[in-house]
């Protein structure tokens, strides 16, 4: 994550505040010690032991963040989230998602935090990035057909784009402060981590890929790929970050499934779509976004939460 300039505390939280984007605003719980902003995420410091993760509507592309948000997506990435915490048999960081556990809240805080917080354990986050791949597609298939590369010299030749893997596979990356992640060759990875810590997260990663395609399948969504982050508690491995959420894994409807076709995906493809047509080289400052795009890239994220939870996104966003 990138740094962010310091906040100087108070014992109240201002209104929105001009972000580490140029241009862009969002919320500063200034009764904490603001730790860093991501494209999506503030990181606070709430005492030695544990932090608050707050997941703002942001929305980037290409490695851009938006001008405008995605109204309620921060709410599904946690919503989405806690729902695989509290489903995954592995030890996470998650300690509450109630604002009433965070100390010295004042009301409007607690109104904007409430479903899209988290407070968790405080963690030694562990450098890598811990991919799984369990259909060939994006940057692997890329790789693939241009003749092979770190995540993909040992599968085998014919494969298509969008093709179902025989078994999942592990491709580590570096966690990039900015701009993209680069993938890890297995000696890279080993050098990295360690030989044992290597073993210890590829299998971690693997088994909750496997439970999170299955839970998936049974709800008529692909479980493409995703990725995770791990932290070491006590001395102990735990998951971290978001799980399984549509920013951070490759989700396709089922009855979609091609090989060899491009997949419709339940995450921002209705925002990439949408740039890809305009006339923009990829880099600072974005175009402006229309409200039917802002809107169809709310429902897809609305769609994915509740196909997946089995339950009402007005519930989880509760009265107002």
Not at 70 to 97: A, E, N, Q, R, Y
Not at 150 to 170: N, S, Y
Not at 223 to 252: H, M
Request: glycine share 8%.
């Amino acid at each position: 994550m990138s740094s962010h300039p310091t906040i100087i505390a108070a014992n109240r939280i201002t209104k929105r505040n001009r972000g580490a984007t140029a241009g862009h605003y969002h919320w500063l719980v200034l009764g904490l010690n603001h730790l860093a902003s991501g494209k999506v995420r503030e990181i606070y410091e709430v005492d030695a032991d544990r932090l608050l993760i707050v997941a703002s509507d942001r929305i980037s592309a290409y490695d851009v963040v938006m001008s405008e948000s995605i109204p309620d997506k921060g709410k599904v990435l946690t919503g989405l989230s806690t729902h695989w915490f509290d489903l995954l048999d592995t030890p996470h960081h998650l300690l509450s998602t109630d604002p009433a556990e965070v100390p010295g809240l004042a009301s409007a805080d607690a109104e904007y935090l409430s479903g899209r917080m988290m407070l968790v354990r405080r963690c030694e986050v562990i450098p890598m990035e811990c991919v799984i791949r369990g259909y060939l597609y994006g940057s692997s298939w890329k790789e693939y057909a241009a003749g092979g590369g770190p995540t993909t010299e040992h599968l085998p030749d014919g494969l298509q784009m969008a093709d179902r893997l025989d078994e999942p596979i592990f491709t580590p990356a570096t966690k990039a402060d900015s701009g993209h992640d680069e993938n890890l060759t297995v000696a890279g990875a080993r050098q990295l981590v360690g030989d044992d810590m290597y073993e210890d997260l590829k299998a971690r990663s693997l088994d909750i890929y496997r439970a999170g395609a299955e839970y998936a399948a049974e709800r008529g969504i692909i479980l493409a790929d995703t990725k995770f982050e791990f932290g070491i508690v006590d001395g102990e491995v735990r998951l971290i970050d978001e799980v399984l959420t549509p920013d951070s894994s490759r989700y396709w409807p089922a009855d979609a499934w091609a090989p060899g076709s491009t997949m419709p995906s339940f995450d921002k493809q209705p925002l990439r779509d949408w740039l890809e047509a305009q006339p923009w080289d990829k880099t600072p400052p974005p175009p402006t976004l229309p409200t039917d795009v802002i809107k169809s890239t709310r429902d897809r994220y609305i769609e994915a939460y509740e196909r997946l939870t089995g339950a009402s996104f007005a519930t989880y966003l509760g009265p107002k």
